[in-house]
């Protein structure tokens, strides 16, 4: 065994200085997050949108950077109309107490001349809408709507807007995100329990993962200064550090705790852990950045700011556990395994074969044809649902239906269809007030107007500096659907035809479905790049790890497998409505834009983790001249126990995500939790063991042509 590379090296430093290490580790992770979360924060993206829809909004945003819109929806309990002179006097009321508070502006009755849209057809339900300026308080003009509510209970009076939905998700996100918190710890704690069999050795995982994520957070609020980050960064990186650190110190405990049940003293277990697990989590680190890497070509500013911060993670967690862990452990020497489950403990102690999975493992080597055929077909047939999935960037209809304010949403939804969540003509011109400029926007409306699938009300708003305005207009459909964006589209030709047509105008088409199709176009286009790239790293890889160029091909094969079995099972479960009661979540929801590629890009990163595991035992078999079938048997049998172990606490963490109410980190968690689990189970049990025995001796296989076939294989963790 080799004792000369780095990870080696690194675990005998740390341990020769083992207190220099904890504490620098200590010291650093807190000035990281007391300097970069506490004291400059965070820099949130503020940009959104891609194409016609991104270029409209940066205008609008310098144009109207003081206001967020608001509606008040009224609506007749018993059957009162609009025209009634108690629901007259009730939307006189409202606007009235809206027109009192400062920093509320342009506050329209539904009365006013040219609203005749903002009352429903069925004359039951009226809107207020009104422009709230962001140095104003929401509270108060919910406030006020509550009070009018109060004095006219025979009518439904209640808000949704920007500010007050933003309010609302932020509550309803904190709530879950404590009760995550709350659930996690624990969660992980007690696989790792199961994992060790004693307090202190499940604990060190434990404290690796979280103070990588939060040393990263600290340095990522630095990091934003410069290159602003998603409002989704922290989860990102709370889902992968966690799961890497815990994974990686899992590694390197079992394989110390295999030495010290094989004879060897704790100095001795320690260095052979260093050297081959070690090696590993070095190897395995960068295999998952390189993959992370792949979302800077997705051409999205999202994406970049999630490469960012799972690379930095990954990184962190990868130095953490190469110094501070082995000088812990070597700080602790026996005392690891202090707090022993007596039970537990019995049942982890020796080699770390696992008979659960000695019992999958018999009849799939003995029938490894009908093994493959019979898992193969599960997963291509869980994949099948793939092939209708449809993506949308979260909106209104992505917040937990039981909010009260997203309750009004579903109302004015019903009452207007399209109108809560409508597509928005931006122009800009050097005054907008222009005679041909407003015959443009008139043009537009009347021809809008008259257009299937474009419906009112149709509003317009004007710019304090009159360079700016904008043409409100809901779309049939729920606004991700087919039909909304067949609107959408008949709204894009209009747009050239009228006011685009205007010498001087700028104008262009936003909003929810705009921003949805802008997306999915941008990314659409970029998805080959990054297939490519992540592919072809995965590829390359494997291949002067191994030295064959059968096992890069294999496993790619199996990675794509579960892959698409997760995506179908995200289409079954939330966009088909299978299982919605089981997850807290009502009706059915489109995948969300970014989900699709940011799972293929972490799942190929971690489950390469696993792949590397597994196979660097199996070539170290076939190297020592074990038979191609029996090299695989005895490499699963004693690695299974450990990549099982890894991969509850990876499904544990991020099964937590899919308890929230945000129907975006549902499927985040649930599409992340299953294709892990599909991954160390499926995959890793059963279809790699039984297409390696079925390859046999052709696994290995390495053409003359590469130059690569005479060298020896990258020994990643040999034999101690």
Same mark, same amino acid.
């Given at each position: 065994?080799?004792?000369?590379?780095?990870?080696?090296?690194?675990?005998?430093?740390?341990?020769?200085?083992?207190?220099?290490?904890?504490?620098?580790?200590?010291?650093?992770?807190?000035?990281?997050?007391?300097?970069?979360?506490?004291?400059?924060?965070?820099?949130?993206?503020?940009?959104?949108?891609?194409?016609?829809?991104?270029?409209?909004?940066?205008?609008?945003?310098?144009?109207?950077?003081?206001?967020?819109?608001?509606?008040?929806?009224?609506?007749?309990?018993?059957?009162?109309?609009?025209?009634?002179?108690?629901?007259?006097?009730?939307?006189?009321?409202?606007?009235?107490?809206?027109?009192?508070?400062?920093?509320?502006?342009?506050?329209?009755?539904?009365?006013?001349p040219g609203q005749a849209g903002a009352i429903s057809k069925d004359g039951h339900s009226a809107l207020v809408s009104l422009q709230l300026g962001t140095k104003g308080n929401v509270d108060e003009v919910l406030a006020a709507t509550a009070a009018a509510a109060h004095s006219y209970p025979s009518l439904r009076i209640a808000e949704f807007g920007d500010?007050?939905?933003?309010?609302?998700?932020?509550?309803?996100?904190?709530?879950?995100?404590?009760?995550?918190?709350?659930?996690?710890?624990?969660?992980?704690?007690?696989?790792?329990?199961?994992?060790?069999?004693?307090?202190?050795?499940?604990?060190?995982?434990?404290?690796?993962?979280?103070?990588?994520?939060?040393?990263?957070?600290?340095?990522?609020?630095?990091?934003?200064?410069?290159?602003?980050?998603?409002?989704?960064?922290?989860?990102?990186?709370?889902?992968?550090?966690?799961?890497?650190?815990?994974?990686?110190?899992?590694?390197?405990? %079992?394989?110390?705790?295999?030495?010290?049940?094989?004879?060897?003293?704790?100095? @001795?277990? !320690?260095?052979?852990?260093?050297?081959?697990?070690? %090696?590993?989590?070095?190897?395995?680190?960068?295999?998952?950045?390189?993959?992370?890497?792949?979302?800077?070509?997705?051409?999205?500013?999202?994406?970049?700011?999630?490469?960012?911060?799972?690379?930095?993670?990954?990184?962190?967690?990868?130095?953490?556990?190469?110094?501070?862990?082995?000088?812990?452990?070597?700080?602790?020497?026996?005392?690891?395994?202090?707090?022993?489950?007596?039970?537990?403990?019995?049942?982890?102690?020796?080699?770390?074969?696992?008979?659960?999975?000695?019992?999958?493992?018999?009849?799939?080597?003995?029938?490894?044809?009908?093994?493959?055929?019979?898992?193969?077909?599960?997963?291509?047939?869980?994949?099948?649902?793939?092939?209708?999935?449809?993506?949308?960037?979260?909106?209104?209809?992505?917040?937990?239906?039981?909010?009260?304010?997203?309750?009004?949403?579903?109302?004015?939804?019903?009452?207007?269809?399209?109108?809560?969540?409508?597509?928005?003509?931006?122009?800009?011109?050097?005054?907008?007030? @222009?005679?041909?400029?407003? %015959?443009?926007?008139?043009?537009?409306?009347?021809?809008?107007?008259?257009?299937?699938?474009?419906?009112?009300?149709?509003?317009?708003?004007?710019?304090?500096?009159?360079?700016?305005?904008?043409?409100?207009?809901?779309?049939?459909?729920?606004?991700?659907?087919?039909?909304?964006?067949?609107?959408?589209?008949?709204?894009?030709?209009?747009?050239?035809?009228?006011?685009?047509?205007?010498?001087?105008?700028?104008?262009?088409v936003t909003g929810n479905t705009a921003g949805t199709v802008d997306f999915d176009s941008a990314m659409n286009s970029h998805l080959p790049i990054v297939f490519a790239f992540v592919l072809g790293a995965a590829f390359l890889l494997l291949l002067f790890t191994f030295r064959s160029i059968v096992i890069p091909i294999q496993a790619i094969a199996l990675?794509?497998?579960?892959?698409?079995?997760?995506?179908? !099972?995200?289409?079954?479960?939330?966009?088909?409505?299978?299982?919605?009661?089981?997850?807290?979540?009502?009706?059915?929801?489109?995948?969300?834009?970014?989900?699709?590629?940011?799972?293929?890009?972490?799942?190929?990163? !971690?489950?390469?983790?696993?792949?590397?595991?597994?196979?660097?035992?199996?070539?170290?078999?076939?190297?020592?001249?074990?038979?191609?079938?029996?090299?695989?048997?005895?490499?699963?049998?004693?690695?299974?126990?450990?990549?099982?172990?890894?991969?509850?606490?990876?499904?544990?963490?991020?099964?937590?995500?899919?308890?929230?109410?945000?129907?975006?980190?549902?499927?985040?968690?649930?599409?992340?939790?299953?294709?892990?689990?599909?991954?160390?189970?499926?995959?890793?049990?059963?279809?790699?063991?039984?297409?390696?025995?079925?390859?046999?001796?052709?696994?290995?296989?390495?053409?003359?042509?590469?130059?690569?076939?005479?060298?020896?294989?990258? @020994?990643?963790?040999?034999?101690?």
């Amino acid at each position: 065994m080799s004792k000369s590379n780095l990870a080696a090296r690194a675990g005998a430093w740390s341990a020769r200085h083992r207190k220099f290490a904890i504490i620098g580790w200590f010291v650093a992770v807190i000035v990281a997050a007391a300097v970069g979360s506490g004291v400059i924060g965070t820099k949130i993206d503020t940009h959104e949108g891609s194409g016609q829809s991104g270029r409209v909004d940066s205008f609008l945003r310098h144009h109207f950077p003081q206001t967020s819109g608001e509606e008040i929806l009224i609506q007749g309990r018993h059957g009162q109309s609009a025209s009634s002179p108690q629901f007259r006097a009730a939307v006189s009321d409202v606007t009235a107490r809206d027109r009192r508070i400062p920093y509320v502006s342009d506050v329209v009755s539904p009365y006013s001349p040219g609203q005749a849209g903002a009352i429903s057809k069925d004359g039951h339900s009226a809107l207020v809408s009104l422009q709230l300026g962001t140095k104003g308080n929401v509270d108060e003009v919910l406030a006020a709507t509550a009070a009018a509510a109060h004095s006219y209970p025979s009518l439904r009076i209640a808000e949704f807007g920007d500010a007050s939905s933003q309010k609302a998700l932020n509550k309803s996100l904190g709530q879950d995100f404590s009760r995550a918190e709350k659930l996690s710890l624990p969660i992980t704690l007690l696989i790792l329990v199961l994992a060790f069999g004693s307090l202190v050795a499940a604990g060190l995982p434990m404290l690796l993962g979280l103070t990588a994520v939060a040393g990263t957070l600290g340095l990522i609020g630095a990091v934003s200064q410069l290159l602003p980050m998603d409002v989704a960064i922290s989860s990102a990186v709370l889902l992968i550090g966690l799961a890497v650190g815990v994974d990686y110190s899992l590694f390197y405990l %079992r394989r110390e705790r295999e030495e010290r049940a094989a004879g060897a003293g704790d100095e @001795a277990a !320690l260095h052979a852990a260093a050297a081959t697990s070690g %090696r590993a989590i070095l190897v395995s680190g960068f295999t998952v950045m390189i993959a992370m890497a792949g979302m800077f070509f997705a051409g999205s500013r999202v994406f970049t700011s999630f490469a960012v911060g799972t690379i930095m993670v990954v990184a962190v967690a990868m130095v953490g556990s190469l110094t501070v862990l082995p000088a812990m452990m070597s700080a602790l020497g026996p005392r690891v395994d202090r707090g022993r489950i007596p039970l537990l403990h019995r049942l982890r102690r020796g080699t770390g074969e696992s008979r659960l999975w000695n019992l999958v493992l018999v009849p799939v080597m003995r029938r490894p044809g009908i093994a493959a055929a019979i898992s193969a077909v599960a997963l291509v047939a869980l994949a099948l649902p793939v092939l209708h999935m449809q993506t949308a960037l979260p909106g209104a209809s992505s917040l937990p239906r039981n909010v009260p304010i997203v309750k009004t949403y579903d109302r004015m939804q019903k009452a207007f269809p399209g109108g809560s969540e409508p597509a928005y003509v931006g122009i800009q011109a050097a005054d907008v007030r @222009a005679a041909s400029v407003q %015959r443009g926007i008139a043009e537009l409306i009347s021809e809008a107007s008259k257009t299937g699938g474009l419906l009112h009300p149709i509003t317009v708003q004007r710019s304090k500096d009159h360079h700016a305005e904008t043409v409100s207009i809901p779309l049939a459909g729920n606004g991700t659907n087919a039909t909304s964006d067949a609107a959408l589209a008949r709204l894009r030709a209009l747009v050239p035809q009228t006011i685009g047509a205007v010498h001087g105008v700028e104008a262009g088409v936003t909003g929810n479905t705009a921003g949805t199709v802008d997306f999915d176009s941008a990314m659409n286009s970029h998805l080959p790049i990054v297939f490519a790239f992540v592919l072809g790293a995965a590829f390359l890889l494997l291949l002067f790890t191994f030295r064959s160029i059968v096992i890069p091909i294999q496993a790619i094969a199996l990675n794509l497998l579960s892959v698409a079995a997760a995506y179908g !099972l995200l289409v079954l479960v939330f966009q088909d409505g299978h299982l919605h009661n089981l997850l807290g979540f009502q009706g059915t929801s489109e995948i969300t834009s970014w989900l699709p590629l940011f799972l293929f890009v972490v799942l190929f990163g !971690l489950s390469m983790d696993y792949h590397v595991f597994i196979l660097s035992r199996i070539r170290e078999a076939v190297d020592r001249g074990v038979p191609a079938r029996e090299a695989v048997v005895q490499s699963v049998r004693s690695t299974a126990g450990v990549v099982t172990s890894a991969a509850l606490v990876m499904v544990g963490v991020f099964a937590i995500f899919g308890t929230l109410s945000l129907v975006e980190f549902k499927q985040m968690g649930v599409g992340l939790a299953a294709a892990i689990l599909i991954d160390a189970t499926v995959i890793r049990g059963v279809l790699l063991p039984a297409t390696l025995a079925l390859l046999g001796e052709r696994a290995w296989y390495m053409p003359r042509w590469t130059g690569l076939r005479r060298s020896s294989p990258v @020994a990643v963790e040999p034999a101690a």
